[in-house]
């Protein structure tokens, strides 16, 4: 955000108080330091004559004494040479933390001007300690008088303020973004409790009954609680599993292992897991057998299609399912469509965020909402696209794309190389 930058005007009587005025307001409501810095130098040439200015900061983890600004304003100077030229006055300002005067013969006069040069050094503060120091430079004027050092002053004193400005802007920003982690975690970790507790209640509930002494249960009844304790066992499993993979696809640490793959089986090895799981489920399978080959992580994009599947399931039972693939030109694209009940459309933008669910589907049936996250993440990684079509009432349509390898043709006589 910047506010108004003032451009200097022709030199009348109140030209001394405007600008001086325009120079506090600048450093008032400007948040951007390099455009402020150059609004207030060239102001401030419209009070006192110099032909190039630059800052220099030291910097508090390398120990250097570093140019952090620069502007040559006459003369035709490089900021180059202008920066060579002002280090000495800026160090003797910034050790000894007052303004300095020096005076330099830059050779022999040319065409009877002098070539003088005349640096003004000052101590740049901010926050009450001295950080660095900055440069007036005039070639071959007159010397600087003392009510061209007290403007200097000022000015190096504004320009400190747009140094803290920009420091506790800094400051503001890093906190916000850490009580924004904050919450973050706080909600992550409440989330995960939840979804461990449920399990783990159960299977301890089970367990517990099981080993009651005074109470003696047949097979049958032991059996049915003892597959519930296994459910709920892998439930667990699964929702670690889950929480590792979206927690290392968020840190971007969980490697891809790209392979050959026959993506036509491994969705017809998918759909067969599935259906050992529900096997009233109803799958039709349009894909050809022949699919182009592709480059992926098949144990991941198996992971993406059992959880297609798995919501298929879960969110329109007894409705017919179908896993479709088109070819398009460079991708593959695979869609499973269900006739379930549809998403509303508020809720679809969000579908593949972290833990979101749509909330009057939550209490009926499990899950973490964690598993479209993960598929988008995993198809991102294959430089692929994911995305939902819906309609209230119809079901829903999620699909993936993958590119296919073009395969680079052999040029004539490559294969003797
Ligand atoms: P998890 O997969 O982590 O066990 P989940 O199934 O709730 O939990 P996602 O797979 O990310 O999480 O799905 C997010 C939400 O999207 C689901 O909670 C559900 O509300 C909605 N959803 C997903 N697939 C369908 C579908 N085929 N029909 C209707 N709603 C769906
Ligand atoms: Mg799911």
Same mark, same amino acid.
């Not at 303004?99 to 065409?111: C, F, H, M, N, Y």
């Not at 920009?166 to 706080?186: G, H, K, N, P, V």
């Not at 759909?271 to 096997?279: E, H, L």
């Given at each position: @955000?910047t506010?108004?930058?003032?451009? *200097? ?9 405007n600008?001086?005025? =325009?120079?506090a ?6 948040? %951007?330091t390099? =455009?402020g810095?150059d609004?207030?130098f ?10 190039v200015v630059?800052?220099? $900061?030291?910097?508090?983890?390398t120990?250097?004494?570093?140019p952090a600004?620069? $502007?040559?304003?006459g ?5 180059e =040479? ?10 003797e300002?910034?050790r000894?933390g ?8 830059? #050779?022999?006069?040319?065409? #009877?001007?002098e070539r003088?040069?005349?640096? $003004?050094?000052?101590? +740049? !503060? ?9 440069v007036f430079?005039?070639?071959?004027g ?8 007290? $403007?200097a002053e000022f ?12 420091? @506790?802007a800094?400051?503001? =920003?890093?906190?916000?973004a ?5 919450? +973050?975690?706080?909600?992550?970790i ?8 449920t ?8 367990v517990?009954?099981? +080993?009651?002494?005074?109470t ?10 003892l597959?519930?304790? %296994?459910?709920?066992?892998d ?14 696809l968020e840190t971007?640490?969980?490697? @891809?292992?790209?392979? *050959?793959?026959?993506?036509?089986a491994?969705i017809?090895?998918s759909?067969?897991?599935t259906?050992?799981?529900? *096997? ?5 399978i %349009?894909?050809?057998?022949d ?5 992926a992580?098949?144990?991941r994009?198996a992971?993406? !299609? ?5 919501n298929?399931?879960?969110y329109a ?6 896993v479709?693939?088109?070819r ?11 006739g ?13 965020e972290?833990f979101?669910?749509? *909330?009057e589907?939550?209490?009926n049936?499990? #899950?973490? #909402? ?35 390898q073009? @395969?680079?043709p052999? !040029? ?6």
């Amino acid at each position: @955000m910047t506010g108004p930058l003032v451009r *200097p005007g022709p030199l009348t009587h109140g030209t001394e108080l405007n600008a001086v005025y =325009a120079i506090a307001r600048i450093v008032a409501e400007t948040y %951007d330091t390099e =455009a402020g810095l150059d609004a207030v130098f060239r102001l401030s040439r419209t009070i006192f004559i110099f032909d190039v200015v630059s800052l220099f $900061l030291h910097n508090k983890e390398t120990g250097e004494f570093e140019p952090a600004y620069a $502007l040559a304003l006459g003369r035709g100077r490089s900021r180059e =040479a202008d920066l060579e030229w002002g280090e000495p006055a800026a160090t003797e300002a910034y050790r000894s933390g007052q303004t300095i005067l020096r005076q330099e013969d830059a #050779g022999p006069s040319v065409k #009877g001007r002098e070539r003088r040069r005349d640096f $003004l050094g000052l101590p +740049m !503060m901010v926050h009450g300690r001295c950080v660095g120091g900055l440069v007036f430079g005039r070639f071959g004027g007159p010397a600087y008088p003392p009510e061209h050092i007290r $403007l200097a002053e000022f000015v190096a004193w504004h320009v400190g303020q747009l140094l803290e400005n920009r420091r @506790m802007a800094r400051r503001i =920003a890093s906190l916000e973004a850490q009580r924004e982690l904050t919450r +973050m975690q706080d909600e992550f970790i409440s989330t995960i409790s939840h979804e461990l507790r449920t399990p783990l209640g159960m299977i301890k509930g089970y367990v517990t009954t099981l +080993m009651r002494e005074d109470t003696h249960w047949d097979s049958e009844t032991r059996l049915e609680f003892l597959e519930i304790v %296994d459910e709920e066992a892998d439930r667990l499993r699964e929702l670690i599993d889950n929480l590792l993979d979206s927690s290392r696809l968020e840190t971007g640490t969980l490697r @891809m292992t790209l392979e *050959p793959i026959e993506l036509s089986a491994l969705i017809r090895d998918s759909v067969s897991r599935t259906k050992s799981v529900y *096997p009233e489920m109803d799958v039709e399978i %349009d894909v050809p057998e022949d699919l182009p080959r592709l480059q992926a992580d098949p144990t991941r994009i198996a992971q993406v !299609m059992d959880n297609l599947l798995s919501n298929a399931n879960k969110y329109a039972t007894g409705s017919p399912i179908a896993v479709r693939s088109v070819r398009y030109d460079n991708v593959i694209e695979i869609g499973v469509e269900d006739g379930g009940p549809g998403i509303s459309p508020e809720h679809v933008p969000h579908l593949f965020e972290r833990f979101y669910r749509v *909330p009057e589907q939550t209490s009926n049936v499990r #899950g973490t #909402g964690l598993g479209l996250y993960i598929c988008r993440k995993i198809i991102e990684a294959h430089s692929g696209e994911i995305g939902i079509e819906s309609e209230e009432g119809e079901g829903t349509r999620i699909y993936f794309t993958l590119p296919v390898q073009v @395969m680079e043709p052999i !040029m004539e006589g490559e294969h003797e190389r």
